[in-house]
């Protein structure tokens, strides 16, 4: 889904822009390219770099993990490099890990030149768990050019941007704020098709050729979705929240039997 998220994401930011994404010479001369800023690369800023460059914008993007830039690359952006110290960056799954105040206060001042430059910004930050962070503040707004755009697709987590409003789209000190929800839904054939696949494959691999629910929590992707189980949590996060102790290492896996 957030593939589908990442492309509609540009298509917003191209509508809502007064300017077109593509260099063109005309007999009236020439018109400069968009310039557009991916802000976290995940799977679905991916997906945005490579929409808009696909469109003709100039495409840079940011992303706090050190092993992003390679990614960032490959899909024909260029990659913002700020000095910051990013070694613990990076958390389970691949994901970016929370960050202190400290770090964050410090890679705002740095990003507010890189933002200023911008015409359209696609904010993709998330942390899993938590509120998304914020990347864009309002001091960053204000030196925005009139007629920017930003697609804030972390809304329905508190959002990127400290302006953004969930399910709406603004304008403030001359910039228009997007803060979509569910934008798979925009998409809905494919977004149907993904899911529908999704489930598939999940089913496939927790149901054995019996029809025997079969549960190996060994596995990632089965520790990762199953909540509660037996009377049990095995999910590391939920059982965080709920205040339980950490499952050792050796006994992270609950006895599952076929047919439970």
């Known amino acids: 889904m957030a593939?589908?998220?990442?492309?509609?994401?540009?298509?917003?930011?191209?509508?809502?822009?007064?300017r077109i994404f593509p260099m063109l010479m005309t007999a009236a001369g020439t018109l400069k390219p968009a310039r557009v800023l991916i802000m976290g690369v995940g799977v679905a800023g991916l997906q945005a770099c490579a929409t808009a460059k696909r469109l003709g914008a100039l495409v840079e993007a940011y992303d706090?993990?050190?092993?992003a830039r390679e990614q960032i690359i490959s899909v024909g952006a260029k990659p913002v490099e700020l000095d910051l110290d990013t070694g613990e960056s990076e958390g389970a799954g691949g994901y970016a890990?929370?960050?202190?105040?400290?770090?964050?206060?410090?890679?705002?001042?740095?990003m507010t030149a890189v933002i200023a430059e911008q015409d359209i910004i696609i904010t993709t930050a998330a942390i899993p768990g938590a509120k998304s962070p914020i990347l864009v503040?309002?001091?960053?707004?204000?030196a925005m050019k009139p007629g920017s755009v930003i697609v804030d697709l972390a809304a329905e987590r508190g959002g990127n941007c400290d302006l953004t409003q969930q399910g709406k789209t603004i304008i403030a000190h001359g910039v228009t704020i997007i803060g979509p929800e569910n934008v798979p839904s925009e998409l809905a054939y494919h977004a149907t098709q993904?899911?529908?696949?999704?489930?598939?494959?999940l089913l496939e691999l927790i149901i054995d050729g019996e029809g025997n629910l079969n549960l190996d929590f060994k596995d990632e992707i089965v520790a990762g979705t199953v909540v509660a189980h037996r009377g049990d949590v095995p999910h590391p996060h939920m059982r965080k929240l709920l205040g339980l102790p950490e499952l050792a290492a050796s006994?992270?896996?609950?006895?599952v039997k076929k047919g439970a």
């Open 251 to 255: 006994t992270d896996t609950i006895d």
């Open 64 to 67: 706090v993990r050190p092993a």
């Open 137 to 142: 503040t309002e001091d960053m707004v204000k």
């Open 3 to 18: 593939t589908l998220a990442g492309y509609k994401a540009v298509l917003m930011g191209a509508s809502a822009s007064p």
């Open 97 to 110: 890990k929370a960050q202190g105040e400290d770090f964050l206060r410090r890679q705002r001042e740095l």
């Open 194 to 201: 993904m899911y529908g696949k999704n489930l598939q494959t």
